[in-house]
């Protein structure tokens, strides 16, 4: 059957950010689909709460609480999966995020910084898991993303700069690592995590970005985790090096920050 494309049974995965939002449905989903989990985050307590949704659904989950901040730590969790687990074939690379800020308030060292905590973590942890995959039958590679790494928009230089060149990061890793591992990753828009609450709870603010989304709503996170299943799993054999546009078919951001003329 083809639903059985999407299964990764005793499949093991390893999927940063996870203690919440696309992180936290993502780790469940590849669990509903038969794989154990090590998930990590800053807190321990919403890891935990990751966890017991894994062990309902019959699979295990390791949780490293932990800075991903730091690459060095972000690649050790490629090792860890391979002492609880004993192998590695899916890396969710889910960390990332910065704050918006308009050009002349970017410090070269600020979009260093977030070059450094949504690409070189990436990196880091990409490269750390490609021994461990290929000392087994390979694996996938899922980045996240997102729409501001295609499109322009005020207050996004640092993210926007950020995103775009993890998705190329994707492409290119994708060559460098096929055939036996495929690198391919997910460009979201606006999705319903706690990074938007403070819009979301805002009637008006949200009901200007649905109605500036063509499939007319925000993003829930099982949204992307569906996507990301897809390119983890036997499902997407036949795509590497793509980057999937999970963003209710934006074209332009749906957010104006109404940042002033400098």
Do not use: W
């Amino acid at each position: 059957m083809i639903l059985d494309r999407f299964l990764l049974t005793d499949r093991v995965a390893v999927v940063t950010g996870a203690g919440r939002g696309i992180g936290a449905a993502t780790a469940v989903a590849l669990a509903e689909a038969g794989a154990d989990v090590v998930v990590s985050a800053r807190t321990k307590d919403d890891l935990d709460a990751v966890a017991e949704r894994v062990s309902a659904v019959g699979r295990r989950a390791h949780v490293v609480a932990a800075d991903l901040s730091d690459p060095d730590t972000v690649a050790g969790l490629a090792e860890t999966a391979r002492e609880a687990f004993g192998r590695l074939d899916v890396v969710v690379n889910n960390l990332g995020g910065t704050y918006p800020r308009p050009l002349l308030d970017t410090s070269t060292e600020f979009l260093e910084q977030a070059f450094r905590f949504n690409v070189s973590t990436a990196h880091a942890l990409t490269r750390a898991a490609a021994p461990v995959m290929l000392a087994g039958d390979g694996g996938a590679v899922v980045t996240i993303s997102s729409i501001m790494g295609r499109v322009s928009g005020r207050g996004f230089l640092a993210y926007g700069t950020a995103k775009a060149a993890l998705a190329q990061l994707t492409r290119l890793a994708a060559y460098d690592l096929a055939p036996r591992i495929r690198v391919n990753g997910v460009a979201v828009g606006s999705v319903a995590t706690s990074a938007l609450d403070l819009v979301l709870d805002n009637d008006e603010v949200r009901g200007r970005m649905e109605r500036a989304t063509p499939l007319r709503r925000i993003g829930e996170a099982q949204d992307v985790a569906a996507a990301v299943l897809y390119l983890a799993s036997p499902a997407g054999a036949y795509l590497t090096g793509k980057v999937l546009e999970v963003d209710g078919g934006l074209q332009a951001p749906n957010l104006d920050l109404g940042l002033p003329d400098p």
